[in-house]
């Protein structure tokens, strides 16, 4: 086989041996807490599977060692060995061997300390030992997959699987678009015998089949966003044992349908929430029973779509937000002034400041001040928002609110100079002209707005637009979330579009302001603004609030 055929192979092995992988690791924690033989059953599935695939694949190594795990799942079947806390261990830094040969990376964490052919001598002495598994390893501590050797795995391959049934209607419509295009073709160039209300409904009835199409592909790329959740079993079992707390886990919501870009994208600000709420929020049992509650803290992350948006929140029933503090905190770091107040909504957005923590010591989890500023970045480059809900003594709430789709917007299309931009609708909340005394230079200025003073900030300046100056100007009151706002000075207002969004090349995807690019009706390429990166450069936290 030619080599580059077998690295195919190989690559479409690492994505079904990714799944097998995720489904052993979640398997195994079950193992602890049921006594359901259909568990260990489908974990032997994988197993042997996954055995069978890396030898085929070339990975003797791994093959070896899915060997040994199985001769130790054998003795859990013949009821010779518990499923004690050393042996689950052992059993997940398995997999995180595993993952490590077979160059397939973990589920947005870092692989555990393990050696391969350590772990695999430790699994055949506790089959030989009859089940005791020795000291556990130590979690936390990380080696794993070293930096040199990451770089030298190919990148994993972005898959996505699709129903057969949804190809053969996307196929179907591809048909049908064919047979329209050709029928509007034939009458174009007859157009003499036919009238223009003809030649427009044939027009019409290819644009409602290309608007099937690509509703259809915008479906086909909906995936569970209970994907994101499945690691979260495994980082609050290892979190749990490095910090003495006791977690549940209640997920909800998991068949709730989101683009795959946001399966991805979510994951790392969902990791941030999930370790700050065990290291920050959650109590120990014995603090826990005192305050009267359950020892067991419990995490829950619940999915809904709401309104064309999808919701998750992420809450804990730990000891929420302490106000007084972080109000310390802002006015100690010049966030706000020595007597300056907020409500609590926009007291609560300061945790998201970059290195604001008010944490009394550092710990391998968290409190640099870094976690929730990722949060907060990740959130926006996904045109979401994020809210806060919290009690003290009871428990916090972060809530998510991201589009269902990436790819496809409803933007607003603004000119400056000869140029066009795209601004997502759902960061534009009104247009006003700007006053006569407004009118001329300057990339930033204030316009009075109801009683308030609105910061704004013209595109023209700030893009280095040529061309003549308009005559008027008008501001697109822009803003994102419920309550901040500010204005963007453009030279023109050309209205409502529906737009897809492309990415921009490597060369430009750094640029502050821009998120994207997309083609006009017209075929020229506008550019896609961000419209949270803007209002960065343009008001500093706090955000000033306009009523």
């Given amino acids: 086989m030619h080599p580059d055929d077998m690295e ?34 489908g974990l032997f599935r994988a197993v042997h599977t996954l055995k069978g695939n890396c030898l085929m694949m070339g990975f003797p190594d791994a093959s070896e060692l899915v060997h040994s795990v199985e001769d130790l799942l054998q003795m859990f079947v013949a009821r010779t060995l ?15 061997a595993l993952r490590m040969l077979l160059g397939v990376p973990g589920e947005g964490r870092v692989a555990a300390d ?50 057969l049934d949804r190809l053969d209607r ?36 290819t644009d409602r089949l290309y608007l099937d199409l690509q509703e259809l592909v915008l479906k086909a790329r909906l995936v569970p966003i209970g994907r994101a959740f499945q690691p979260f079993a495994r980082t609050l079992w290892e979190l749990g044992a490095a910090t003495g707390k006791q977690v549940r886990l209640e997920t909800g919501g998991e068949d709730v349908e989101v683009d795959t870009t946001v399966v991805e994208l979510i994951r790392d600000p969902l990791t941030h929430l999930v370790r700050n709420a065990v290291d920050h929020g959650i109590e120990l049992p014995g603090v826990r029973q005192a305050r009267g509650k359950p020892p067991t803290g419990t995490l829950r992350i619940h999915a809904r779509q709401e309104a064309g948006a999808i919701v998750v929140q992420v809450s804990d029933d730990g000891v929420g937000l ?32 970059p290195g604001f923590s008010t944490a009394e010591r550092i710990t391998e989890l968290s409190g640099r001040g870094i976690g929730m500023d990722v949060v907060w970045r990740n959130i926006e480059m996904l045109r979401g928002s994020i809210s806060i809900e919290t009690r003290e003594g009871a428990g916090t709430s972060f809530t998510l609110r991201l589009p269902l789709t990436l790819s496809i917007i409803e933007g607003f299309c603004v000119g400056v100079g000869e140029d066009t931009y795209v601004l997502p609708l759902e960061n534009v909340f009104e247009c006003v002209e700007l006053p006569l005394e407004e009118r001329g230079t300057g990339a930033t200025g204030l316009l009075h707005l109801r009683g308030h003073a609105l910061p704004y900030l013209r595109l023209r300046e700030h893009f280095a637009a040529e061309g003549p100056r308009p005559e008027r100007e008008s501001v697109v009151i822009v803003g994102h979330g419920r309550d901040f706002r500010a204005g963007l000075a453009v030279d023109s207002l050309l209205g409502q579009a529906q737009t897809v969004i492309k990415p921009l090349s490597k060369l430009f995807q750094h640029l502050p302001g821009l998120s994207g690019s997309a083609i006009l009706g017209t075929g020229r390429v506008a550019l896609v603004l961000d419209v949270s990166s803007l209002l960065r450069s343009l008001l500093p936290r706090p955000f000033i609030r306009v009523a």
Avoid at 9 to 37: C, H, K, N, V, Y
Avoid at 177 to 203: C, K, N, V
């Fill in 8 to 41: 195919a192979l190989r690559g479409i092995f690492r994505t079904e041996a990714r799944e097998l992988l995720m489904g052993m690791e979640r398997a195994i924690l079950m193992l602890e807490s049921t006594q359901d033989p259909e568990v260990l059953k």
């Fill in 82 to 96: 518990p499923a004690s806390a050393s042996v689950v261990t052992l059993l997940l830094q398995s997999v995180d």
């Fill in 114 to 163: 393990v050696d391969p052919a350590v772990i695999q001598g430790r699994l055949m002495q506790t089959a030989r030992a009859g089940g005791t598994a020795g000291e556990p390893p130590v979690l936390g501590k990380v080696r794993g997959v070293l930096p040199e050797a990451l770089g030298e795995l190919p990148a994993p391959e972005r898959t996505l699987r699709v129903g």
């Fill in 170 to 205: 996307l196929l179907d419509l591809t048909g049908e678009i064919a047979i329209s295009r050709g029928r509007l073709t034939a009458m174009l160039e007859q157009a003499e015998r036919h009238s223009p209300a003809e030649l427009l409904e044939a027009h019409q009835e």
């Fill in 322 to 353: 302490n106000r007084e503090r972080i109000l310390q905190k802002a006015r100690a770091t010049g966030l706000l002034g020595p007597n300056e107040e907020r409500d609590d909504a926009e007291l609560f957005q300061l945790i998201f400041a």
